[in-house]
């Protein structure tokens, strides 16, 4: 009886600090901004962003381990700050919109013939001899980021802009390798009622893909702001109703780069790993149109019963899929290291992903606060 009054109650309070997806919406929107370009490492832009967050975790009211939220370190990264033009058989093109430059590549300022080499791959010549660039044709144009560099320059263009035979393009780009980009993960916690020693974590990545060149950036609203913005989300809540458990809330960066942050702090964690009861990483909170998807469901077959039982009584989502354990995102480096935890992100919706197009304005947030409630309620039960 005292559970089910626990949890009507938390219910109750949830609803009153998060009534709609205002903040939500206000997070969103403010990490998809310009200023911060991307989250990524042009101008800075995730630590701008880190700067916003840990303003942010300040005035929620989260507690430190140490003397501040950030934890330091970094790693190698290749950006494109400068100016970008690609013009192909006479046509200027739209970077993100017609073609990307992969991000491993070096400074090119050159024309090119083109030589058809197979039906989506053409080869360069400068008029003398082959030049280690190449042009391929992709259905869908999707960014990363690269801690390497290529000696091969490979431009992707859009396939469907692109019927015709190509002949000759023309290409200015400079890349800028930065050694050793100084980067940061934010921590904060709320301390338990009664087993402060102990911790339910939530995680997600708040860096995303940057830009390329001066005019073209990667806003990342679905991929992670969303994610982000529900972090906060709970920490407002568990601050006005702490758990009997303590709760911390873990901000990466570098995912984006090949799960650096993540990586890192599981490495030097600010709290031993041993006093994590669960960890559930959040990541592409945007959509739920199509339900969410659990990843470790099948290693912590407890815990994934539990959660979707709630769900079958609650009816919060559609469907409640199941993957096994898969190296796709921030939760990875602990469960290697034995601590239990999911990952899980919505499905349907948009499909905007490592794109120009995941932006705030188009992303519905179907199923925010449904998700919010449901998480909430898993935790009140493990």
Not at 261 to 274: A, N, R, T
Request: proline share 3%.
């Amino acid at each position: 009886m005292k559970k089910i009054i626990f949890i009507l109650v938390s219910f109750f309070c949830f609803n009153l600090y998060c009534q709609d997806t205002t903040y939500a919406r206000q997070v969103i929107k403010k990490l998809t901004a310009k200023e911060f370009l991307g989250r990524g490492y042009v101008n800075d832009g995730v630590n701008k962003a880190a700067a916003y967050l840990s303003k942010e975790l300040k005035t929620i009211g989260l507690s430190k381990f140490g003397k501040t939220y950030s934890q330091n370190y970094a790693f190698s990264v290749n950006t494109f700050p400068g100016a970008m033009s690609v013009i192909l058989d006479g046509r200027t093109l739209v970077a993100g919109k017609h073609y990307l430059i992969y991000p491993s590549a070096k400074t090119i300022k050159a024309g090119f013939q083109l030589f058809k080499k197979d039906s989506v791959t053409y080869e360069a010549n400068d008029g003398r001899r082959p030049f280690p660039l190449e042009v391929k044709l992709k259905k869908k144009l999707t960014y990363t980021v690269e801690t390497e560099l290529s000696d091969i320059t490979t431009i992707e263009l859009l396939k469907d802009s692109f019927p015709n035979e190509l002949k000759t393009i023309d290409v200015i780009f400079e890349n800028k390798w930065v050694p050793s980009f100084k980067c940061q993960n934010l921590c904060g916690f709320i301390k338990g009622t009664q087993h402060a020693d102990s911790f339910i974590v939530f995680t997600a990545h708040y860096d995303h893909l940057g830009a390329m060149g001066k005019d073209t950036y990667f806003p990342g609203a679905n991929d992670n702001a969303s994610g982000v913005s529900v972090l906060l989300n709970l920490a407002k809540y568990y601050k006005t109703h702490p758990s009997k458990y303590s709760v911390a809330f873990i901000f990466f960066s570098g995912e984006e780069a090949g799960l650096l942050g993540s990586k890192y702090y599981s490495e030097h964690p600010v709290f031993p790993l041993s006093k994590i009861k669960f960890l559930t990483n959040l990541d592409l909170l945007g959509t739920g149109d199509d339900g969410i998807m659990v990843v470790n469901a099948t290693v912590f077959k407890e815990q994934f019963n539990t959660l979707n039982q709630i769900n079958n009584e609650r009816n919060y989502v559609k469907q409640i899929k199941q993957r096994g354990k898969a190296a796709n995102s921030d939760h990875y480096w602990f469960t290697e290291k034995g601590v239990p935890g999911f990952f899980i992100y919505t499905m349907g919706g948009i499909t905007a992903y490592h794109d120009i197009y995941d932006i705030e304005r188009t992303l519905p947030l179907s199923k925010y606060m449904e998700v919010c409630k449901l998480l909430i309620e898993f935790i009140s039960k493990i």
